[in-house]
């Protein structure tokens, strides 16, 4: 028996966080989630898999017209045709109480009830799908802890949207432990919520989170996908496979061997060109951070809008590379207490990173700024989007920067550039 396990597609996420420029491959951008749905398919086709598992958040909210739910109609009616059934479940991104559109599915969908636990058993392939969706977007119950039991003579799967015990701030999302899991006696748990690919438990049982189909935004980068799983018996083999349409990267450059900004450029481009070697022919979102202590610290900052426009350029060159932001994170390269100093950067960039991997304490930090309050009212909201996760991480990547560039460079000099902080924020 063969299966594929995803989670998280997100279809018809608005794309976000790219400034469009002449060049840039805007429309891959914008069809890849679809994409990516549409090779799911083809892959579950190809190795005639029996069931596919989705394990929430299929769409990305509510859908803006019934197209969204069209697209995915047409591609389960593909796998209808070839006899694969899907099972599904609501996430908290497209739980029961933010849909409000629906269209029936094709009959080898069965989407879980919300209610409570249930339990689907194929009896032609002895197998057995227990499962529960999201009604509300806050789950705070542990849903994992009222599954039934596994059933003798089965393969036995828990299709489950959750944290896990997760991070502190993600505790609304269907929270359990490890050992809430293991107890139901299950062969494989196809877990979704987390988008970064993870195996959480590697045999008896499997606890797999897929990642997302499709990386949707810089913080989503590397190759995203699916979990095929080959039960051979009660013996599974379970592989990562491919199936994202664009990708996204991160170069991080170390500026400490660059004398100035035309050998920074010279560093970037070089590290572009193995990026999208690295892409595989995807076209590819990357961001490019100069760090390090640098002679050419002052130069990059003072230049960084010509230094974002060379390298979009140099891009052009490359097939389907869109330059998503260009990152000056460099420090001065000498100081007088240099030990003292460096110290400081490690330790602010530090918390920085603890901050920013948390987007809850990211969002409190946000929304208590007292300048935010009401600036809605009197900004374009379009450049300031208080209530969007992603917005709010790339303007405290912002924030990290140009405070990293104050402690370590020339605080009157870049204080009194004009519109320093944030200027990304229209993107
Ligand atoms: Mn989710």
Redesign the pocket.
Known sequence: MKLLHAA?LHIDSPLRGLSRYPGAPEQEFRSAVRGALHNLVDLALDEAVDAVLLA??VYDGDWKDYRTGLFFTAQMQRLREAGVKVCMVA???DAQSKITRELRLPDNVHRFSTAKPESVVYDDLGLAVHGQGFAERDITDNLAAAYPKALDGHLNIGLL?TALEGAEGHKT?APCRVEDLTARGYDYWAL??IHARQEVRRGDPWIVFPGNLQGRHARETGPKGATLITADGPRLTVEHRDLDVVRWGHAEIDASRAADVESALGLAEEAMRAAVRDADGRPLALRVSFTGPSDAHEALWRDRERVENELRGAAGELDGLWIEKVRAATTHAVHEDGGTLSALVGDLRATASAVGADPAVLEGLVRGLPGLRGVGAVVDAEDVRVDDEEWRARIFDDAVDLLTALVGGDPAGIANRPGTPGEEGAA
Do not use: I, K, R
Request: hydrophobic share 0%; proline share 0%; aromatic share 10%.
């Open positions: 998280d929430g958040d996430g908290n991104h949207h999302y979704g919520h």
